[in-house]
């Protein structure tokens, strides 16, 4: 990358913090095993932006996208390695990388169904806005992976921030298709039967609030919602008490 210093140029707001130590072991892409250091460079201008100019003998393209749309540009593998990135950068602990993630940690989202014993769901109505999964959809509860959180904490977490309720008693749902669009993410099933006074709007979207099952697909919703509601109305058909 030419015309464009960073450390001269942005002395005051370059960290220099390290956030990712990454092996990789040779394969078809890389003949030999490789080491790279990933720091915080800072925020780059608009007018930094637009001065940036690549080495044709090493590179042919570059672009800013959002977390979510670079999904749509990298294999699986290669996604999950950014998204372990990026949660290393917001939990300001570095990630040491040298293999694939060992069985159980192979996550970076959750998505939370919580139901009641009246046969409700609860659902988020998302904001609308660019570069966010789903915008202007309702969903259940769900977001991404902080620190070293197992699924459960980062389930109740989630619920307690977006939905103001203390969630216990999860159990985990079949796993999620990838054409499901749901790709790295745990899903969990927990029952909640406090009143929906309780319920509070956390920082994130527009409003939450209980649907009962037979209304949520008149809304606006995700295609998994197809695949998950009958799993949930067969549970709740079992079900006779509640944990809350």
């Known amino acids: 990358m030419e015309s464009l210093d960073p450390a001269a140029e942005n002395p005051q707001v370059l ?35 637009a001065r940036i100019r690549l080495d044709p003998a090493e590179h042919t393209e570059f672009r800013f996208e959002t977390a979510h749309d670079w999904r749509s540009r990298m294999t699986l593998a290669h996604y999950q390695r950014l998204r372990q990135v990026l949660r290393a950068h917001r939990s300001g602990v570095p990630l040491y990388l040298e293999r694939p993630a060992p069985d159980g940690d192979d996550f970076e989202g959750v998505l ?35 620190a070293d959180e197992s699924t459960r904490e980062s389930a109740v977490r ?20 990838h054409d499901l669009g749901l790709p790295l993410t745990r899903v969990l099933h927990a029952v909640w039967d406090g009143p929906e006074s309780d319920l509070q709007l956390g920082d994130e979207g527009l409003a939450v609030r209980m ?22 109305t067969t549970a709740a058909d079992r079900t006779s008490g509640s944990t809350s």
């Open 211 to 232: 649907v009962p099952f037979d209304e949520v697909l008149d809304l606006k919703v995700p295609p998994y919602l197809h695949h998950y509601l009958p799993l949930l």
């Open 15 to 49: 960290r220099r913090r390290l956030v990712a130590v990454i092996h990789t072991q040779a394969d078809a892409d890389h003949p030999v095993p490789v080491a790279g250091y990933v720091f915080d460079g800072g925020t780059l201008t608009a007018e930094q932006q």
């Open 112 to 146: 939370v169904f919580v139901t009641d014993g009246a046969g409700r769901l609860l659902m988020h109505l998302r904001e609308d806005r660019p570069g966010m999964a789903w915008p202007g959809y309702w969903t259940p509860i769900g977001g991404w992976r902080e």
């Open 158 to 177: 989630e619920v307690r921030e977006e939905a103001g309720i203390e969630i216990t008693g999860l159990r985990t749902l079949p796993g999620p298709h």
